[in-house]
């Protein structure tokens, strides 16, 4: 079996309430490892941590106790800025740019380190989340729910990370819409060799995923 | 032109003021306001603080003392971060030294630009014309601050999709909180600005009006009141900045992640 991309040994977590005081445990002592090129969902229930999980993973959050290790590496080693364009997070409620699709693919690059040939990028990713060419000029603020989902997807895919995090992302979306992000999702994966980890509280979604499921509770995280 | 003497107001003239005192009070009275307490305590306050500040700038103004000025102003810029901390209404110690800093250096640059280089007062600390100047500059210096800083803090909040969208993109702190920062330092100006748009034609400033009723030439007091606009404009934006600038180190770690358990306390 390959080497883990993401570790977690023994990791704990509580939210912190002020500058000495924390939180009741969201995570305990949570040993896992993420099989590069594979897609592995979380699931749980609504306010079981899943989120938490995911901002541990890219660095939003530092865990209370324990050790994540991106690549072999500490991710307290890992500069934060580098780590998120390895390690995405597509958050639950999309989040797109006032202005066009283009403008909301192309704003990972505003910083200028674009290595060329970014419309040919843009085309591909939309196609890979099942949307067209035909979207880059529409305004973002005219999509539907579903819309916004993939072209925010479809931006995290810009810079090419190697491991996609992905919280709740049928939310806001219909049976048909879900069917239809998971087979994108699967789709990704296959031709990209895309490490996945998706958290949701939908049992369907997650097994349409077909990937290793693991379950969040009492802020332990089992196989299943 | 001459400045005439102007005419004193003696204590028994004061007390006539009384009369539109009656004014409120009735009307408050009459329509229930219940305000009347509140409002009595108000002019006695009134009374008690000016007065005494009257004695006290009369005083130091006598004594003409660099030091005594100095004191002065440190208890100012003490008084103005004490009620801009208090007006942000949050319970965090360190406030207090990013409304210090803001002042101390938003205020003092301007108040160095204008008593030093565009008035070139003599001697440097003149409290005639340090003191008003200092005091209406720290007092803008607050409200820049204060207004800045709980607008940055609530957009913050408001953004924070946007904020935590920019951060997983693999921007710095400074780059995902720049829409919050641009809000909140245009909102602490708009005041500032609105108030240039209408000097002189809605409303004639409180120190100009002062200085043409002590008899001032209206030129010479229209060109003190060009300097002030000017000055508190510098002041509010200097320190509404510098007080952004802080609170972002703040509310942001090194790691550039978002402290919840600061920015919501």
Known sequence: ?224 | MMAEPIAPIGAGQLSLTVLLMLLVVGLSYYEKLALEREYLLGVGRTFVQLLLVGYILEYILSLNRWYLVLLILAVMVAAACQAGVGRLRRRDLRLYPMMAVSLLVGGGVTILVVTEVVLRIEPWYHPRYLIPLAGMIIGNAMNGATLGGERYRSELLLRSAEVETLLCLGFGAKRASANARREAISAALIPTLNSMMVVGVVSLPGMMTGQILAGTSPLIAVRYQIVVMIMISAAVSLSAYLMVVMLSRHYFTRHHQIRYYVLKK
Do not use: W
């Open chain 1, 1 to 224: 079996m390959s080497r883990p991309i993401l570790t977690l040994q023994g990791v704990s977590f509580r939210y912190r309430v002020s500058r000495h005081e924390y939180g009741p445990p969201v995570l305990k002592r949570v040993d896992l490892e993420i099989t590069p090129g594979a897609i592995q969902v979380l699931i749980g229930s609504s306010g079981a941590g899943k989120s938490t999980f995911l901002r541990l993973l890219n660095r939003l959050e530092e865990p209370t106790e324990g050790v994540i290790r991106f690549d072999g590496v500490d991710l307290v080693e890992c500069d934060p800025l580098r780590l998120r364009r390895d390690v995405a997070l597509v958050a639950q409620e999309p989040f797109l740019v006032e202005g066009t699709v283009r403008e909301n693919l192309m704003l990972p690059f505003e910083d200028g380190d674009a290595a060329g040939g970014l419309g040919d990028k843009m085309e591909r990713v939309l196609h890979s989340v099942g949307l067209t060419a035909g979207m880059l000029t529409r305004p973002a603020g005219n999509l539907s729910v579903g819309e916004k989902q993939r072209v925010s997807l479809a931006r995290a895919l810009m810079t090419a990370p190697k491991v996609m995090l992905f919280d709740e992302p049928t939310s806001a979306l219909d049976p048909d819409n879900r069917g239809l992000l998971a087979r994108t999702v699967r789709r990704i994966n296959a031709s990209e060799a895309m490490t996945f980890v998706v958290v949701t509280h939908l049992e369907d979604f997650a097994r349409e995923l077909d990937g290793r499921l693991f379950r969040l509770r009492d802020g332990e995280i089992a196989a299943l």
